[in-house]
Structures are given as C-alpha cells and as structure tokens.
T-cell receptor, first 112, second 112 residues
Framework: QQQVKQSPQSLIVQKGGISIINCAYE??????FPWYQQFPGKGPALLIA?????SEKKEGRFTISFNKSAKQFSLHIMDSQPGDSATYFC???????????FGSGTKLNVKP | DVKVTQSSRYLVKRTGEKVFLECVQD?????MFWYRQDPGLGLRLIYF???????EKGDIPEGYSVSREKKERFSLILESASTNQTSMYLC???????????FGPGTRLLVL
C-alpha cells in the first residue's frame, strides 16, 4: 500500500510557467513533508520541507502548499526554468521515526 | 558539505552471484538507509540502520541483507542476485529523525 500518492507522473511546462506537483497521504500522524529534487545521474537532494503547523512555505521560486484537512500537499515552481528540469519526489514521515515514505516521482521538463 | 559516496556507479552481475554495494558517509550521521529506485515506483526503502550493528527492515527487504560494522559505512548485500533486482540503488544518511536525508549518486545494477 502506497503511503504517499504523487501526481502527475510527468509534466511539461513552458519556460516562465508554473509547475504544480501534487501529493496525497493517508496517515494523519505524518508530520514532516519534504520535497526532493533529482537531476539525471545524481541522487535526490532536499529542495524544501514543511511541517503541518503551517499551510504554506516559500523559498525563492518554490512553494509548498499544505492542506491538512484534505491530507494533501503540493509543490509550486513559479517562473519555471529549463534548469528546473528534474524528477521531483514528495515524502512524508513521522515524528521521531526514521522512515521516509516517498511518492512515485514526477519528471518535470521545462521547455525553453 | 555532507558527502555520501557509493562504491560503484555501474555494476553488471550474473544471476546467482553475491553482490556487495558499499556506502560511506563522512558526517558522523547516526542513520543510514538503502533504497531502490524504479520508474513509476519512486524510492522504496530496503533497510535502514540507526546505529552501528543495528538494522531494521524497510518495505522491501526480501533478497537483501545489510551490514553496519562502522558508523560511516553501510553495506547492502544481495545474497544471490536475481534479474528482478536490476535497479538503481541509492544510499542515504541523516543525523536523526525528521532530518534531511543526504543521498549518494546511486549504483545502477544490472543482473543478467
């Protein structure tokens, strides 16, 4: 059973557009939600993360929106650039628990 | 900067061979993880370790074992490689729970 469901599987966006990737989870005990970015040939790297006590977190062009009642969170990439082309993974984990549950990944392609 | 290194970028092995994948981190992290990454399935946790000689099964431990004799080194062992273990294997480390996981570059394993 997949703990975190991610969509879409792939996404094509024009340069300057907004990229939106969505994730949904079932376990209401999850309390840490990171997003990882992976470039080809590299391991994933932390991009941005949120705890459920806030509804939004912004870092530069990247924003996480969090809807606790709907058990959903999403990544928004504003003014998307070709350099943002990568695979993005959402994840969720429990407080004081070492396991991360990753989504299936979204391959983003930003066209110049 | 945290550095997680994996012993090989690419490996080709025969069915039935014993395979060792090595991971080393240089930041004195308590936790280390082994994932496999497959298209459409995201990252799935095989095993993790929260201390030397301590290990816990992840979501897909069958066919794998691990060893952590020293804090900085975490090995993944395929006792008898099978073709369905062809995958990208990623090692990660973190300082504690709810902390960033730092990933190595991955080992792409092909079992013939």
């Amino acid at each position: 059973q997949q703990q975190v469901k991610q969509s879409p599987q792939s996404l094509i966006v024009q340069k300057g557009g907004i990229s939106i990737i969505n994730c949904a989870y079932e376990n209401t005990a999850f309390d840490y939600f990171p997003w990882y970015q992976q470039f080809p040939g590299k391991g994933p790297a932390l991009l941005i993360a949120i705890r459920p006590d806030v509804s939004e977190k912004k870092e530069g062009r990247f924003t996480i929106s969090f809807n606790k009642s709907a058990k959903q969170f999403s990544l928004h990439i504003m003014d998307s650039q070709p350099g943002d082309s990568a695979t993005y993974f959402c994840a969720a984990t429990l407080y004081n628990f070492n396991k991360f549950y990753f989504g299936s990944g979204t391959k983003l392609n930003v066209k110049p | 900067d945290v550095k997680v290194t994996q012993s090989s970028r690419y490996l080709v092995k025969r069915t039935g061979e014993k395979v060792f994948l090595e991971c080393v981190q240089d930041m004195d992290h308590e936790n280390m993880f082994w994932y496999r990454q497959d298209p459409g399935l995201g990252l799935r946790l095989i095993y993790f370790s929260y201390d030397v000689k301590m290990k816990e099964k992840g979501d897909i431990p069958e066919g794998y074992s691990v060893s952590r004799e020293k804090k900085e080194r975490f090995s993944l062992i395929l006792e008898s490689a099978s073709t369905n273990q062809t995958s990208m294997y990623l090692c990660a480390s973190s300082i504690g729970s709810l902390e960033t996981q730092y990933f190595g570059p991955g080992t792409r394993l092909l079992v013939l």
